[in-house]
Structures are given as C-alpha cells and as structure tokens.
C-alpha cells in the first residue's frame, strides 16, 4: 500500500509540472516569490523552455541579475536588471501576459540553490558564471556595461540599455557629430575609437552644447566647414566676446578740427569673422565711453564697418545725435542731447551701449576740439560683444 501511495504522489506531481513550470507548492522553500504579476527593468536575458528553480539558478549566475520575471505558463525566463528609464530593446512581459507571470528578488533566494563551484562568486557585471571542464567556476563574458572612457562621448547613447551584448554596435556615440560607432568586442570592452569635438559656431552654440566658457578663450569655427578659418574668441557667458587693440582709456589732446584725431580699431578677428558672428547674433553691443573737459562732443565721432561716420554714442541710432542721457532724458544740463555739449570747462561723461547691430563694430573713432591747453579728452571702447538670444 505504501508504494501505491507513493507511486500516486509522484504521478500527481508530474501532472503539475507537465502543465505549469512552476513547482507545486513553491511556498515550502520560503522564496518570497509575486504571483500574478511581473517587475519594470531591462531584460538582460530571456531563456526558453525554463523552469522557475532553472530561471532563478540562472539568474543567480549573472552579477547584473537583480530579479526574474517568470512566464508560468510558457516556461519562458527573463532575468531581469532595474531600470529607471524603459528605453529598452528588449521589453519585460506585457500587462496581457501579467497572470501568468511570477516575480521574485535574487536576493530572496539562497544561494546554495547554485550549488557546486559558481556557489559563491563575484564576477563582474559584464560576465557569467559557468563551469569549465575542470569543474571551476569560470567568469565569462557576455557583453559590454558602461559608457567608454572616450572624451566628447555622448553618455546617452549607451544609457539605452545597462549592457550591450558582444558584436552589438552602438550608433551615433559622439557628440555634436553625425557620424560613428562603437562596437561592443569579445573581450567585454569597446572598441577603439575617437570623437572629435565639433568647434561651436559661437559662445551661444557653446554654453548649447556644454563647453565650459569664460574661464579661458575658446575656438569657434563661425562657418562651420566653410572657408572661413577656426578663431579663439573670448566668452561671457553667451555673449561672444571680440576684443582689439586699444580698449584702455585713451588721452586725447592737441586736435582742434573736427574729427581730425583717429584712433584705428583693429580687432582680434578679420571683418569677414565678425560679419559671420552677426549672423548668427540677434544681438550685438559696444561700450563707449567720452570723457570731456571743455571739448564739445559734437567735434567727435565714430566710422562703422561700412566706412559711414556716426554720431550718437549710445542706442542704436533712432536719434543720430543721442548720448545715453539724452535717450533717457537725464543729462546735466536742459537742451541737450550730450553731458559733452554743455562746455562749461568741468569734467564731464557720455556713456552706453552702441546696439545697432548693422553698424556695428566701430572701426575707427574721432575726436576735436583739443586744440587749446584746457581742452582735453579721453575715450574707451570696449570689445565687441554679440548672442543668439534663447526663442
């Protein structure tokens, strides 16, 4: 009677089995498993035709499994590793499939499930442990983790999984150009290759793409790849910064007629450069700056980039004959447009900002009516400065 018992017992179990991959009465080995539904992250393997003691020992073997998401009905495994972002190639089970799958944490198990030499191992993400033909534990690899150690790489390109299997290739993982690839090899590392970092067009183009500005000049290439050469210009912020020669306060004495004193501006980039950089700008402005003692500021001017003589000192040229004082009605006497036209043998000053944008950059400044012992001038013009304003 006893073996008739014992021989029904085990008929019963093989019908469960045969019909669910799933063992009997699972709770008896205390594994906290999740009926009825499945766990979000990558898949970073998928095993047919599997068992769930099977799927787990499996797991167990690869350092980057974290859980299972186990398909009880087809007996198919997916070893499973978290993941924030679901950017994923392979996908974890569909909600349609989810009452047929059971979950359960590596760490929930013990693992002398493993058994024999993979029983305790730390092979590293990137490998798995199996036993070579001496009966050791063996780590072998199986694909790539991480990003390489490649300057002007685009990390995200290789966040879209958490590992790439070997011959996988990733596309695109340079930044700011339109070509490459990284090729994950047998060895577990990437395959060598360089990025080379596209120059910015300007310093709006280089705070868009992450270089670090203003500490130090940096090299833009303002046509891109036209004929135009690479030129180091200085950043404050997004503002491209293009200096020259005499952006120091400059004394200005001994010149009575109009216009008959010049100071010739000659910037650190050619003409052809800055008309680039305007394109590109919506903005552009230059500092300038007339100190005057008993010289009428209506004896000086400034020649823009197309050789035409200005006279307004701040704005952007609504009123030809405006200083910044006379734009914002607060100059020190009533009358006039200038601090410079009111000539009463006191140090005066007329400053702002040059924004017209077409005129710009000055190319040349003029100065009079210094002639006499107790007239006397000083000028300061700053760099050129132009940005791409943020839509």
Not at 162 to 188: F, Q
């Amino acid at each position: 009677m006893a073996h008739l018992v014992t021989l029904v017992l085990i008929m019963s179990m093989s019908v469960v089995w045969a019909t669910n991959k799933m063992c009997a009465n699972l709770d008896t080995f205390g594994y906290e498993v999740s009926r009825n539904t499945f766990r979000n992250g990558e898949t970073i393997l998928t095993v047919e035709e599997s068992e769930l003691v099977t799927c787990m020992r499996t797991c167990l073997q690869y350092s980057l499994c974290s859980f299972i998401n186990f398909n009880t009905e087809l007996g198919v495994c997916h070893l499973m590793t978290p993941k924030d972002n679901l950017m994923t190639q392979e996908g974890t089970p569909t909600t349609v499939q989810s009452l047929a799958v059971v979950s359960s944490m590596a760490s929930s198990w013990t693992k002398d499930i493993l058994r024999g030499p993979c029983f305790i191992h730390s092979c590293p993400n990137n490998t798995h442990c199996i036993v070579n033909d001496q009966e050791l534990g063996k780590c072998e690899v199986i694909g790539c983790v991480g990003a390489p150690s490649v300057s002007y790489i685009n990390q995200s390109a290789f966040q879209i999984k958490t590992m790439w299997h070997i011959d996988e290739v990733v596309m695109l993982p340079c930044l700011y150009e339109s070509s490459g690839s990284a090729n994950c090899t047998s060895g577990g590392s990437w395959s060598e290759f360089e990025c080379q970092r596209v120059p910015p067009t300007d310093c709006s183009d280089a705070v868009d793409k992450n270089y670090t500005v203003g500490t130090t000049p940096i090299i833009i290439d303002v046509d891109g790849n036209g004929p135009l050469e690479q030129v180091e210009v200085s950043c404050d912020g997004k503002f491209t910064v293009i200096g020259h020669n005499t952006t120091n306060r400059t004394y200005i004495n001994d010149y009575e007629q109009k216009y008959s004193y010049k100071l010739d501006l000659h910037y650190t980039v050619s003409l052809q450069h800055i008309k680039a950089i305007k394109q590109n700008a919506d903005y552009c402005e230059q500092f300038l700056r007339y100190e005057c003692f008993a010289a009428l500021r209506s004896d000086a001017a400034w020649i823009n980039m197309h050789h035409q003589r200005a006279f307004y000192f701040a704005g952007n040229g609504t009123d030809n004959d405006a200083c910044a004082c006379g734009i914002e009605d607060s100059c020190d006497a009533q009358g006039v447009k200038c601090n410079c036209q009111i000539n009463d043998n006191v140090w005066r000053e007329d400053s702002g900002f040059i924004t017209n944008i077409t005129a710009l950059p000055m190319i040349t400044f003029e100065g009079g009516d210094t002639g006499s012992t107790h007239e006397r001038a000083y000028v300061t013009i700053g760099p050129l400065r132009c940005q791409r304003l943020d839509v």
